[in-house]
T-cell receptor, first 115, second 114 residues
Framework: KAGVTQTPRYLIKTRGQQVTLSCSPI?????VSWYQQTPGQGLQFLFE???????NKGNFPGRFSGRQFSNSRSEMNVSTLELGDSALYLC??????????????FGPGTRLTVT | AQSVSQHNHHVILSEAASLELGCNYS??????LFWYVQYPGQHLQLLLK??????LVKGIKGFEAEFIKSKFSFNLRKPSVQWSDTAEYFC????????????FGPGTRLSVLP
């Protein structure tokens, strides 16, 4: 099976702009989670989607939003970018929400730089 | 608030030395526990996981971890490290009573000297 894919891999944006990141989960996986990884804060959970519905949300401002499509692909949007949004954004997928499906599979990430 | 701590920020070992990385979490209920590894330039990969049963779990590449409920700990061990184990290691917890969020520790960078 192909792994989790994320596009684009690298992105440079200017403060105040908005950005959309994309994630394609492993085939058959219906849950997609997003994380922000920074050297100072480590991995922080943004949100999780399952069956096109947001199931959980971390402690991030409303500028961070996401959605999931019927084919389980997910997008994450950040509006009004700030310098502090520079980070590696990771997507992870798993088959479902049941106990047996608690193992997540991570993509390579999108490196976002805000200037 | 949920939190996961890892004792060491950076560990430096020589090849063949034994490794133990500490992980503690702050939940009172049922937890699922994970160790992930991120090799330089690669994806996060699962090393091992604990859901229930035997508190000593074995993972890939000779790693093992022990869940000690009374200490809220899930320490990672390897008897003899190799240069190829150089990576960043993350402990993660999913507390079932707190929804299904995964909370990661800050990570421990392991450098193995040849």
């Amino acid at each position: 099976k192909a792994g989790v894919t994320q596009t684009p891999r690298y992105l440079i944006k200017t403060r105040g702009q908005q950005v959309t990141l994309s994630c394609s989960p492993i085939s058959g996986h219906r849950s997609v989670s997003w994380y922000q990884q920074t050297p100072g804060q480590g991995l922080q959970f943004l949100f999780e989607y399952f069956s096109e519905t947001q199931r959980n949300k971390g402690n991030f401002p409303g500028r961070f939003s996401g959605r999931q499509f019927s084919n389980s692909r997910s997008e994450m949007n950040v509006s009004t970018l700030e310098l502090g949004d520079s980070a590696l954004y990771l997507c992870a997928s798993r088959p479902g929400l049941a106990l047996l499906h608690y193992e997540q599979y991570f993509g390579p990430g999108t490196r976002l730089t805000v200037t | 608030a949920q939190s996961v701590s890892q004792h060491n920020h950076h560990v430096i070992l020589s090849e063949a030395a034994s490794l133990e990385l500490g992980c503690n979490y702050s939940y009172g209920g049922t937890v699922n526990l994970f160790w992930y590894v991120q090799y330089p330039g690669q994806h996060l990969q699962l090393l091992l996981k604990y859901f229930s049963g035997d508190p000593l779990v074995k993972g890939i590449k000779g790693f093992e971890a022990e869940f000690i409920k009374s200490k809220f700990s899930f320490n990672l061990r390897k008897p003899s490290v190799q240069w190829s184990d150089t990576a960043e290691y993350f402990c993660a917890v999913n507390a079932r009573n707190y929804g299904q969020n995964f909370v990661f520790g800050p990570g421990t960078r392991l450098s193995v000297l040849p």
